[in-house]
């Protein structure tokens, strides 16, 4: 593969922008380090789309993004457009780039190291080592599922999905399980929904027929979300519908320590898009306090997806170093405790990524 690569970045708003730019600094300093060239262009999108062209994905956007050979987000929304309705609103700028792009699968890795599970909300002990990829469908279910429809006193959204996007999906998380350690939770509400009772049969269907050496196990959400917090050593592959996803890998980020800490790659379709699990953090915007890791983690997924593992490793391993010597920002640290700024930790990741030795 050529080592030229044009990526197309989105900042978005509030806090999106500030990690963006720590993410390009670290993928600019990596590609000096490993011969890599990489073209970057920004692009207005969201809150930001808005205001400069009258919509939150603009179609000279979204033309750059189907022709880039990656995207890189930072989050969209926040108050300013709060008061817009459906299509207007930044939130479905991104839906509407998801579903263009086609990119049905979501993964979010959620991986705690022993040297760094005392950031938990949890006990270090109950976390050490934990190691979970949710695999959430993105681009059906009642995200996307019509008729939607808001009048003044009634509302509805249609929560849908046909077999042939919960096969699509399924696989994906069974090529990951073998690779992994064999065992997929999916998690559905079948108890109650028709539309979990086709996602069970189907996950069922697919592991038994294409993946006989995976574990196929299935949960409902609301006790997953319970076990996750309970037991979290149970999981590795969850496999999971678009709204459950959603709300699960935020759950998750606990384990971590910090939504600031989550990557995500969302793939399948015509161009890979990489974002952090979180959002604009509008209360944060401007501060210069936004984790930047979980934009950081997002480019290192990229370089994995472009088989770069060398590249993806040290941009791991330099926010490792950087986070055991215990450099956090402010969401790490208790309330009134020091901290450092997002350029100061970004500046010390950058030095990290000189260091030869891959930290574990
Ligand atoms: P949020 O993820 O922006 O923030 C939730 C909490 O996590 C806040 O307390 C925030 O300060 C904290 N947080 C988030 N990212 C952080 C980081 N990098 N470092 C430190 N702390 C961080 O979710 P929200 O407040 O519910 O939503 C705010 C806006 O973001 C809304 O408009 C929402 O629609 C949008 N949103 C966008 C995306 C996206 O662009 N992918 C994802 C989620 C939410
Ligand atoms: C996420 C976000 C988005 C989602 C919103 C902003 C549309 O919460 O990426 O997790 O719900 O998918
Ligand atoms: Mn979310």
């Known amino acids: 593969m050529s080592h030229n690569h044009h990526i197309a970045l989105l900042p978005g708003d509030g806090i999106g922008r500030e990690v963006l730019d720590a993410a390009r600094c670290v993928l600019e300093r990596v590609s000096e380090v490993h011969g890599l060239h990489f ?28 022709e880039a050979d990656a995207i890189l987000m930072g989050a969209i929304g926040g108050p300013k457009w709060d008061g817009l ?62 008729p939607r429809i808001q009048e003044a006193h009634r509302a509805l959204d249609t929560m849908v999905y046909d077999v042939q996007e919960i ?23 079948a108890n109650v929904l028709a539309v979990s009772r086709l996602w069970r049969e189907t996950a069922s269907r697919i592991i038994r ?44 980020s606990t384990l971590a320590g910090s939504l600031g800490l989550l990557p995500s790659a969302s793939l399948g379709g015509t161009t890979p898009l990489f974002e952090p699990v979180h959002g604009s953090a509008p209360d944060l915007a401007g501060l210069n306090r936004a984790n930047p890791v979980a934009a950081i983690l997002s480019a290192a ?3 994995d997806e472009w088989d ?53």
């Open 308 to 360: 770069y593992a060398e590249a993806a490793a040290s941009i791991r391993s330099a926010v490792s170093a950087t986070l055991k010597k215990g450099l956090f920002t402010a969401d790490l640290v208790l309330e009134g405790s020091s901290y450092q700024s997002a350029t100061v930790f970004t500046d010390v990741v950058l030095s990290n990524l000189n260091l030869s030795e891959p930290v574990s």
């Open 301 to 303: 997924m990229m370089l």
């Open 85 to 146: 309705r459906g299509a207007d609103r930044p939130e479905s700028g991104l839906l509407r780039l998801r579903s263009e792009l086609g990119v049905f699968a979501n993964l979010r890795p959620v991986t705690v190291p022993e040297s760094l599970a005392h950031l938990s909300v949890l006990p270090a002990e109950k976390v050490a080592g934990v190691d979970i990829m949710v695999v959430r469908e993105l681009t059906g279910g009642i995200y996307f599922g019509t």
């Open 209 to 252: 027929d294409e993946f006989p050496d995976v574990k196929l196990d299935h949960m409902y959400v609301d006790n997953a979300a319970m076990q996750l917090v309970l037991d979290p050593h149970q999981f590795d592959v969850i496999l999971t519908g678009n709204l459950f996803g959603d709300i699960l890998s935020d759950l998750s």
């Open 167 to 189: 096969e699509r999906i399924t696989r994906v998380a069974g090529e990951w399980a073998t690779r992994r350690s064999g065992r997929i939770i999916s998690v559905d509400k």
């Open 39 to 66: 073209e970057f262009s920004a692009y207005a999108f969201g809150g930001a789309g808005i205001d400069s062209l009258g919509t939150p994905l603009p179609e000279a956007t979204l033309t750059a993004c189907q």
